[in-house]
Each structure stands twice: as C-alpha cells, then as structure tokens.
C-alpha cells in the first residue's frame, strides 16, 4: 500500500516588531505610503493637478511681479506714482519757496494725489529775518497754509544764518552758524510761536558736520550740541508739542567729509 503524503509543515509568518511611540509625521507617511501603493492612479493624477496648481501660480505671481516691478517708462497719468513698499506713510523734500504763491495750491494738491504725507522744507533764517527783529513771513505763510489745506505735514529746516548775526569772519559764508546762539533762539522761537501746531517737526540745521555747512570751518560737535539744545528750549518754550528733529548729517566719504556722521556723533 502506498504510504500517506504528510502535508508540509506551514512556516510561521514573521511578526512585524513594534518599537514602541512613533511620531504623528512618521505614522502619517505610513498611511500616505500605503494608499499609494492601494491606488497608483489617483494618486498619480493628484500629483499632476498639484504640479498644474503651482504652474498657475508661478506664472500668475510673475504677471502680478512684472507688472509692478518692470512697468518700464511712465507718463507721469499713473497714480499712484509712488509706492511704499512698507505700506508706510511716504515722505519727500521739497523747496516750495521756488513757486509762485499762485502754484502752490496744483504743486499741493500734486504732491497730496502722490500720496505724500510729509515734507521737508527749509525754512532759511537768512529770509525770514534779514534785518534784527524784522521778520518777513510773506512767503513762508502760504507754504504752511496750503500744506495744512491739503493734509501734508511739513518738517522745518531752520538753518542758513543771516550776514548779520553771523561772525565776522564768516559774512560770507551763507551756511555759517551764529556768531551768538542767543540770536537762533529768538528766531527758533518766533517761527514756532507764529505757526503754532501746523509746524509740529522742528529741524534744527542741515548736515552740520560739512565743512560748508559750518561756515567753512572744521565742523565743532561741541558747538552744534550748543545750538541744538538752544534752540529745542525756545521750541519747546513756544509750542510744548513740537517735535524736535536732529539734523540730517552728511554720510563719510573717504577724502570729502573730514568728520562723517557716525565719527561727528561720537564727538
């Protein structure tokens, strides 16, 4: 008699070992692996309308880029013309006294349609009062006026002392400080006193640390400490909510500017 086949023993399946807690990324990569592998195809046409999705979008931010960035020669009809890229309220220097008192309303209006909010003008000394005590405000008046009209806020430079209260050594130099700072202390307090909470910025002198800014001479950090806080008390004396901006100074430049701002700063 033929003897009985014995069936082949069946192996045991390998356990799959547990190592214990694994991150929430990692199981859910696991879980991701394994409906791929379930479902190829829509997976596949996922991943072509992901690819397709960012394709749109690159191409639709480059549009929106070039059209802002590379908008090439304007005719000047665009508004608006300026754009702050900090969304920040925009700010420029001007010289408004270059206008007649009739322009000045379209060069307001101009600078307000532009949305520039503040501006820098320079307030000269040297035209407000020629004479000691003589004051000639006809044609700082309408600059204020027409600013205040059209909500732009203007920061006074006052600077550029007259040939009179200037040193005798230095009647010539337009630039120069005052031989005495009691003298920019009557000014500083008769132009905030007249314009009161319209000139709510105060600029006491222009890159005092340039040689031509300072009559000439080596720029003194001593000496514009002095008039600076001369004139911050007459301001602050006539209108206690002015603001009292430094000056600007002029940047080192190897061979120009024998003491560059951060160096004038540092006394």
Known sequence: MPRPSRAAPRMPRPTRRRFGWQPPLIQLGQRLRGRVQRFPDANRLLLCLLLIGTGIAIVSAGAISDVTLH????????????????????????????????????????????????VRQSFAWSEIEPEPGIYRWERYDPIVDVLSRHFITPVAVLHRAPAWARSPDQVTAFDAPPARFADFERFVTAVVGRYGDRLPFVQLWDQPNQPERWGGVAADPAQYVELLGVGSNAARAASPTTLIVLAEFAPSRAGEIPDGDVQFLRG
């Open 71 to 118: 908008r090439g020669v304007e005719t000047g009809g665009e508004a608006p013309w300026v754009r702050h890229p900090t969304g920040r309220d925009l700010a420029t220097n001007v010289d408004l006294t270059q206008f007649a008192p009739e322009q000045l309303d379209a060069v307001a209006a101009a600078l307000q349609a532009g949305n520039f909010r503040y």
